[in-house]
């Protein structure tokens, strides 16, 4: 089986930088993916990494440390628009994902 | 290209009603799920597809029937609906890990279901 602990909430001020961190226990780890959502929306997808080291993608970045079973996502130059739910996803051996939680990002001005 | 779509988007039910959600994606994926998310639990796997014909138990599987015959449309049954069945649905389609899925699903816009 598998298991995700992230934070279930993160605030931070408008132009901060926040960072939201994963565990997890996984039997067969391929990959560790992030999703934003939105209340009400779809999830959509952020970033994924299978080997460790950093992705960077305009303000957001991710992390993964395959050693430590840790991965984060970073998100820079926050804005209003950044307050939303984040998952983290583990890939195993089927490739079928697995969530986290969720964590709640809330943004003040 | 329409993504994933999801019909209904709302749907009411009595206690013991039977409803089918439809999940439809146009870009040829192989893999198709349906997960449902309820507040603070995130989203749990109920069944998953890895290519037509094919479908298997997730997480949380009891209560629920799926099908896949086709490749781009994929069901999610409901043959007695209960009210710990009030959630949100989604469905999401991949590419196979052969066919160069990169990690990401496609999810479609949800399906929010009471059962009263």
């Known amino acids: 089986g598998q298991s995700l602990e992230q934070p279930s909430e993160v605030t931070a001020v408008e132009g901060a930088i926040v960072q939201i961190n994963c565990t997890y226990q996984t039997s067969g780890f391929y990959g560790l993916s992030w999703y934003q959502q939105h209340d009400g929306g779809a999830p959509t997808f952020l970033s994924y990494n299978a080997l460790d080291g950093l992705e960077e993608t305009g303000r957001f970045s991710s992390f993964l440390s395959r050693s430590d079973s840790y991965g984060y996502l970073l998100l820079q130059e926050l804005q209003m628009k950044d307050s939303a739910s984040y998952f983290c996803?583990?890939?195993?051996?089927?490739?079928?994902?697995?969530f986290g939680r969720g964590t709640s990002l809330i943004v003040h001005p | 290209n329409a993504g994933v779509t999801q019909t209904p988007k709302f749907r009411v039910l009595k206690t013991g009603q039977s409803m089918t959600l439809l999940c439809a994606q146009d870009?040829?994926?192989?893999?198709m799920y349906w997960y449902r998310q309820d507040p603070g639990m995130g989203l749990r796997l109920i069944h998953y597809?890895?290519?037509?014909?094919?479908?298997a138990k997730g997480e949380v599987p009891d209560g629920y029937n799926v099908s896949r015959l086709k490749k781009q449309n994929f069901l999610l049954g409901l043959e007695s609906a209960a009210p710990s069945q009030t959630s949100v649905y989604f469905c999401?389609?991949?590419?196979?890990?052969?066919?160069?899925?990169?990690?990401?699903?496609?999810f479609g816009e949800g399906s929010r279901l009471t059962v009263l």
């Open positions: 999401a389609s991949s590419y196979s890990r052969s066919g160069g899925n990169t990690g990401e699903l496609f």
């Open positions: 870009m040829n994926h192989e893999y």
């Open positions: 597809s890895v290519g037509e014909g094919t479908t």
């Open positions: 996803a583990v890939m195993e051996g089927s490739y079928i994902p697995t």
